[in-house]
């Protein structure tokens, strides 16, 4: 240790004493640490893909693109399962019409899910963010709670919503893992990628989905915790409807990465966020999501936003 602060004084000296002749930055270490990590993270760094299908594109996708979709155009893509004239011409290439099935049967939900995977591969992007056609991305703190990281390691960021571990057969073995749901979000770096390829890539994910017999999200947990013996970054800014949503406390909710809604009720109330009501700019019966109201919360010089409640 003494002998370190002794090479260092030496150095140090060196260098103030060579300071105007020389350039002597080379030899000290970096002066100006950086404050985070993951600092050279920007949202163009991120790959972001949404779920989707034929039943959702009048619907869900409509209230994706007239909120948080305007600030992350150009991060995201929607994976489908049928070609659509109006959203083509308004999304050009950033969607992608699979070739997967209609159902909701777990694997045709892989199916997209593995090519959401092998196109984030192909676009050399740092992370990857995974998001349901019910969610809502605050940028900036998606972008925040990423950076936090270093993106060159193996991510894997979610929210678990069961909190006891899944034992399932996969291949004749019993197998022990946990996954975080998909519906919350789940973010995965380039490295992460790589280390799950082999089980994911151009079309093995869907095998591996059949083979463990589960849907997309635990899918893809099964292969981090227990192929690759990975573990589960977790983050209480994701979330999904599998939680009791109006409990999210509201002086939480403009800090949230991701949020999300059901029409389904839980616990006898609709599971959606509680919109302060001095906030609300629509009713429940306009926004039954509360996706509208709270977009006008956060951006109340929106032009579709009423100037107060209706
Ligand atoms: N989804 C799909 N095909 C279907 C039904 C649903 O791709 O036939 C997608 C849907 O667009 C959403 C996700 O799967 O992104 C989850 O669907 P949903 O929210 O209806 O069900 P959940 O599993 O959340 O209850
Ligand atoms: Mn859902």
């Given amino acids: 240790m003494r002998v370190g602060y002794f090479a260092f004084g030496i150095i140090c000296f060196s260098c103030s004493f060579y300071f105007l002749s020389h350039d002597c930055s080379r030899w000290l270490p970096n002066a100006n640490p950086r404050s985070h990590i993951g600092s050279d ?94 969610n809502y991305v605050n940028a900036d703190v998606l972008l925040a709670v990423l950076r936090e990281y270093d993106w060159n390691s193996p991510l894997y960021i979610g929210k678990r919503s069961r909190n006891f571990d899944q034992t399932h057969r996969f291949r004749g073995e019993s197998v022990t893992y946990r996954f975080a749901t998909g519906g919350a979000g789940i973010c995965v770096t380039r490295k992460m990628g790589r280390l799950v390829s082999p089980w994911m890539m151009a079309g093995k994910f869907t095998e591996t989905c059949r083979a463990l017999g589960q849907p997309d999200d635990v899918t893809f947990g099964f292969i981090v915790t227990n192929r690759v013996k990975m573990n589960i970054t977790t983050r209480e800014e994701f979330n999904s409807h599998q939680q009791l949503l109006p409990e999210l406390p509201t002086d939480t909710l403009l800090s949230q990465a991701i949020l999300s809604y059901s029409n389904k009720t839980r616990r006898r109330r609709k599971n959606v966020i509680q919109i302060p009501e001095q906030f609300a700019r629509f009713s429940v019966r306009e926004d039954p999501s509360r996706l509208m109201s709270y977009h006008c919360w956060r951006y109340p010089d929106t032009d579709w936003c009423p100037a107060r409640k209706m």
Avoid: N
């Fill in 41 to 134: 993270v920007s949202k163009e760094d991120v790959y972001i893909t949404v779920k989707t299908c034929a039943e959702f594109h009048q619907s869900r996708v409509p209230l994706i693109l007239m909120t948080w979709w305007e600030s992350l155009r150009q991060q995201v893509y929607f994976f489908t399962d049928e070609e659509d004239g109006r959203l083509r011409a308004l999304l050009g290439d950033h969607l992608i019409a699979t070739e997967c099935g209609k159902s909701h049967a777990k694997f045709d939900l892989c199916c997209k899910f593995g090519h959401e995977f092998d196109y984030f591969l192909e676009s050399g992007k740092k992370w990857w963010c995974h998001l349901d056609d019910d």
